[in-house]
């Protein structure tokens, strides 16, 4: 039985200050769902600050992204090992960090191996944009990287990595993949290519999640689908109100 993971992804939003105050509004409003894990990503000034304020509350922390060395000269730029006592969590290669910021398959390897050498959950974003979909190679493309993303990682090390399958057209632009089509890429695709690398035993316990414009209105019948184990939720995640309902629903559909 894989547990649900909802995890928020502030992006670039929230100073610190106004992070504080929004993880206090969402502990009394999640907390009655263990059942449920819940992360909320913020960005890395507000790490700090957020750890605190959730120190010894079940919901857990994540950052957006690291880098994949321990230290070194790499301007701007921050390691696992510093985010280690801050987050458990970190969102690898999400499609806005590979869009703009040039992030390869080869870096997004390198970022997994690291944040599991230093005891993080790395969340793997993969996923197609409009033209790759309209062109019909959404299933290679998607399989591709998740190899690409996954070489040279242990079936043991695999168990703990969750990927989120988020089509590029679906983010922040309201639309989402019908549900059946979101389980299908999470199931027949991602699961189904972690099935080859790793076999059957190992994929089935990988958590994949859905992400793109999800929210309060269509969590449920994502989360009612067997190869969804979660989602990875921008917008409606930076407000307390939709988080906590998508928690709640969740918590209701498992
Ligand atoms: P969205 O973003 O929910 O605003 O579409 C999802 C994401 O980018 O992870």
Same mark, same amino acid.
Request: net charge negative; proline share 5%; with cysteine.
């Given at each position: 039985?894989?547990?649900?993971?909802?995890?928020? +992804?502030?992006?670039?939003?929230?100073?610190?200050?106004?992070? @504080?105050?929004?993880?206090?509004?969402?502990?009394?409003?999640?907390?009655?769902?263990?059942? $449920?894990?819940?992360? @909320?990503?913020?960005?890395?000034?507000?790490?700090?600050? @957020?750890?605190?304020?959730?120190?010894?509350?079940?919901?857990?922390?994540?950052?957006?992204?690291?880098?994949?060395?321990?230290?070194?000269?790499? %301007?701007?730029? $921050?390691?696992?090992?510093?985010?280690?006592?801050?987050?458990? &969590?970190?969102?690898?290669?999400?499609?806005?960090?590979?869009?703009?910021?040039?992030?390869?398959?080869?870096?997004?390897?390198?970022?997994?191996?690291?944040?599991?050498?230093?005891?993080?959950?790395?969340?793997?974003?993969?996923?197609?944009?409009?033209?790759?979909?309209?062109?019909?190679? %959404?299933?290679?493309?998607?399989?591709?990287?998740?190899?690409?993303?996954?070489?040279?990682?242990?079936?043991?090390?695999?168990?703990? @990595?969750?990927?989120?399958?988020?089509?590029?057209?679906?983010?922040?632009?309201?639309?989402?993949?019908?549900?059946?089509?979101?389980?299908?890429?999470?199931?027949?695709?991602?699961?189904?290519?972690?099935?080859?690398?790793?076999?059957?035993?190992?994929?089935?316990?990988?958590?994949?999640? &859905?992400?793109?414009?999800?929210?309060?209105? +269509?969590?449920?019948?994502?989360?009612?689908?067997?190869?969804?184990?979660?989602?990875?939720?921008?917008?409606?995640?930076?407000?307390?109100?939709?988080?906590?309902?998508?928690?709640?629903?969740?918590?209701?559909? +498992?």
């Amino acid at each position: 039985m894989r547990k649900p993971i909802l995890a928020g +992804n502030w992006k670039m939003n929230k100073t610190p200050a106004e992070a @504080v105050e929004f993880v206090r509004a969402l502990i009394p409003l999640v907390t009655p769902y263990p059942q $449920v894990e819940t992360v @909320v990503c913020a960005p890395f000034v507000a790490l700090p600050a @957020v750890a605190a304020a959730l120190k010894d509350v079940p919901i857990g922390v994540g950052a957006q992204n690291c880098h994949w060395a321990d230290n070194g000269a790499y %301007t701007g730029e $921050v390691s696992p090992a510093m985010l280690k006592g801050l987050a458990g &969590y970190v969102i690898i290669g999400h499609s806005e960090r590979r869009q703009y910021f040039a992030e390869t398959d080869e870096g997004v390897n390198k970022k997994i191996k690291a944040t599991l050498a230093h005891g993080l959950v790395p969340i793997v974003c993969v996923g197609e944009d409009l033209t790759q979909n309209e062109a019909g190679i %959404t299933e290679p493309w998607v399989s591709g990287q998740v190899r690409a993303a996954f070489a040279g990682i242990s079936a043991d090390q695999a168990r703990g @990595v969750v990927v989120a399958y988020e089509p590029i057209w679906a983010i922040g632009t309201g639309k989402t993949a019908t549900s059946e089509v979101a389980n299908r890429i999470c199931g027949a695709v991602v699961r189904g290519a972690l099935a080859e690398i790793y076999g059957e035993e190992v994929a089935q316990a990988i958590r994949i999640q &859905y992400g793109g414009s999800a929210n309060e209105k +269509n969590i449920g019948e994502l989360m009612a689908m067997p190869d969804i184990d979660g989602a990875l939720i921008g917008g409606a995640s930076l407000k307390t109100d939709a988080f906590a309902a998508m928690v709640r629903i969740t918590a209701e559909t +498992n």
